[in-house]
């Protein structure tokens, strides 16, 4: 069992928990992600990770409720404990594999969106451990769902702005972006968007047209996070990948969003899981012959 040390509402509807996992707290990087199960009936749910401490075996999980699991998870509170808590899984984040000296001479941008702002944390924490400070655009759509202000600020230079005005500045990360690099003349060697599907997609598009090579993750698209279900098989340039395994980072230039929001939204019937399997043969999924 896996004890949560801390529970705590960050925003509406968007929970942060601290939890005991030494061993993944050890050995995760960013850019990795947990797969948690509140008890035996519970799905598994895959979790981008926010934060860790490899010294106390805690690493940080936020989420926003969204079905039966998720429901059932932000119940739980500091000293109730998960079934299970698995990780890390995925690949790192390429950041972390690049010698510092040369990250040093980049100028690093990232745009987080809602949610996504939370796996934005510990890649820039690692940059700023790294002595490394990037700019950092969080978009929310209001005022009270911006989370981690204070965090962010410690260790990026952070641009907010609000959908609808209620704080700092009206639009959205896209619109920052462009206003940066177009009217304040900043020069991005690597742009890197973490939030949902279609904020992904735009972002890719606005740095296509500014020419910033730009690194997006997929996790949204995920479902058991194993590489057997098939979820989150996504077309990057002309080859198939799976988030879950071969990600959750691509290059968002190579990424076909509009397929993967597609078979996203065709994966939550029975009947879009088969027309997917009949349609991918072969190459629809990992193996398990599940769907
Ligand atoms: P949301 O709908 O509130 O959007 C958050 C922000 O994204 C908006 O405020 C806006 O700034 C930006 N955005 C949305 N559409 C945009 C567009 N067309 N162009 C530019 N920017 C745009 O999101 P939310 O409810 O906070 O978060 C939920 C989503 O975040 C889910 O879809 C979830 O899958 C995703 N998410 C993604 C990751 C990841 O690793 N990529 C991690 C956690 C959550
Ligand atoms: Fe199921 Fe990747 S999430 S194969």
Redesign the pocket.
């Known amino acids: 069992m896996y004890k949560i040390r801390k529970a705590k509402e960050l925003a509406a509807n ?1 929970y942060l928990m601290d939890v005991e996992a030494p061993r993944v707290a050890k050995h995760c990087l960013p850019g990795q992600f947990v797969i948690v199960k509140v008890d035996e009936t519970s799905e598994r749910i895959p979790l ?1 990770i926010c934060d860790y401490d490899s010294e106390n075996g805690i690493v940080t999980i ?1 989420f ?1 409720p969204v079905g039966a699991s998720t429901l059932k998870m932000k119940n739980l509170k500091a000293g109730d404990a998960f079934e299970d808590f698995v990780g890390p899984l995925g690949q790192p984040s390429d950041l972390t594999k690049e010698d510092p000296k040369e990250l040093k001479k980049k100028n690093i941008v990232f745009v987080g ?4 702002t ?2 934005v944390y510990p890649q820039i924490k690692w940059l700023h451990e790294h002595g490394i400070t990037a700019d950092c655009i969080i ?3 209001t005022k009270d ?1 911006i989370i981690l202000e204070e965090e962010m600020k410690a260790v990026s230079h952070l641009y907010l ?3 609808d005005g209620s704080y700092v500045r009206k639009g ?3 619109d920052v972006l462009r206003d940066l690099v177009v009217n304040q003349g900043k020069k991005y060697d690597l742009c890197i968007a ?10 890719c598009l606005l740095t296509k047209e500014l020419g910033i090579p730009t690194v ?5 698209i995920m479902v058991d996070g194993t590489g057997m279900c098939g979820a989150c098989r996504l077309m990057v340039g002309d080859e198939v990948k799976f988030a879950c395994v071969d990600g ?1 980072e691509f290059d968002g230039h190579q990424v076909d969003f509009d397929l993967a929001m597609k078979r996203q939204q065709m994966y939550k019937t029975e009947e879009g899981r088969a027309k997917l399997f009949f349609e991918e043969g072969q190459t629809h999924h990992g193996g398990c012959g599940q769907c």
């Not at 969106?113 to 996504?116: L, N, Y």
């Not at 279609?198 to 972002?203: A, H, L, R």
């Not at 997006?216 to 949204?220: H, L, T, Y």
Request: proline content about 11%; charged content about 10%.
């Open positions: 968007i981008t936020v926003q969106g809602g949610v996504g939370a796996p978009g929310a759509r769902l702005t609000t959908d959205m990360g896209t973490i939030g949902p599907m279609i904020m992904m997609k735009f972002v997006v993750s997929m996790n949204p959750p």
